[in-house]
């Protein structure tokens, strides 16, 4: 068994977290889960500010790493390794958790793992549900929309990504303009659920093509110009965009993911297939059904790991982390901040 403290500063969340576990069998136990959310402090600017982020990361980390280890209850020498997010992300985060994490390695003598903050994405299924490779990941946040075909350690295979926005930056957007609070994707649920659907249409991006990669910016713009037209919007006027939006969003995303489920079903013939959910917007629930239906329709088995293991946090960096270690990585001291660090 082994015992690691992650680290996790590539965005808006300020996070530490220790994991115990092991990959034979795949077995993870989450000791502490520390998320400080940096909402409040980007509310005001209708999305993250990178001076800001790195700023609060630097204020925040060092008190956030000692509660991780408290709640744990865990000293220094219960510690085998520290994973810290190396990359992708914003550059100011990134150099406060790598530098706080070497240096953390350097003072207690133990090996520094950089990890990948999207393999971090990818790997929580394992430590939640000891799922076996291959599988396919969907993940959906602020920052990426990507399918992954998750083949084992290491071997990742990007099937799919955004050409555009992200699935999360465009809730956000959509937010914005309509002057709903940041983060655009709650505030933008909650609106649909009292609005029709139909009132406005909307553009289904991408729809119909045979390439698996996906595409929101012209959704954007459609709803940008309808919201125009309406001039001052009242309260039905925004929950209508809201869920025009919405299942908009639903509609092109089902189409894009059946692709791929089906490209899977054709190359994994026989394996029970698997579709993994991750990123902030697998808490929506007219997506989550969707992906439900979708996956019940291909025969594929549907995981999404509990949200606040879905959304950003430093246990899916523990558990990277483990997993490499377990398999002989050593530690990199001489590792850097990689602002874009494809997976
Ligand atoms: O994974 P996450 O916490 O952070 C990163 O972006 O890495 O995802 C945050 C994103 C934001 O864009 C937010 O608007 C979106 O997830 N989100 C949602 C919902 N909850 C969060 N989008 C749609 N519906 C939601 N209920
Ligand atoms: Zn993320």
Known sequence: MLTILGIETSCDETAASVV???TNPVRGEVLSNIVHSQIDDHAAYGGVVPEIAARAHVEKLDGIVQRALDEANCTWSDIDA??????????GGLIVGVMTGKAIAYAQNKPFLPVNHLEGHALTARLTDGIQFPYLLLLVSGGHTQIVLVRGLGDYERWASTIDDALGEAF??????????????PAVEKHALDGNPKRFSLPRPLKGE?????SFS????????QATE????????????????????????EDRISRSL????????????????AGGVAANK???TMLEKACADHGFTFLAPPIALCTDNAAMIAWAGLEHLSEGAQSDMDATPRPRWPL
Do not use: H, M, W
Not at 236 to 252: G, H, M, N, R, Y
């Open 20 to 22: 115990r576990g092991g």
């Open 172 to 185: 956000d957007k959509t937010a914005k303009l309509l002057g709903l609070p940041y983060p655009g994707g």
């Open 82 to 91: 520290i994973a810290a997010t190396t990359g992708p992300g914003l550059v």
């Open 218 to 225: 012209g959704l954007k713009t459609a709803l940008r110009r």
């Open 262 to 277: 089906l490209r899977y079903r054709n190359e994994f013939e026989g394996r029970q297939p698997t579709l993994v959910v």
């Open 230 to 253: 309406l001039g001052a919007l009242t309260k039905d006027d925004i929950d209508d965009l809201c869920a025009s939006f919405q299942i908009a969003v639903t509609e092109s995303l």
């Open 210 to 214: 045979d390439r698996l990669d996906f």
């Open 286 to 288: 007219a997506i989550r």
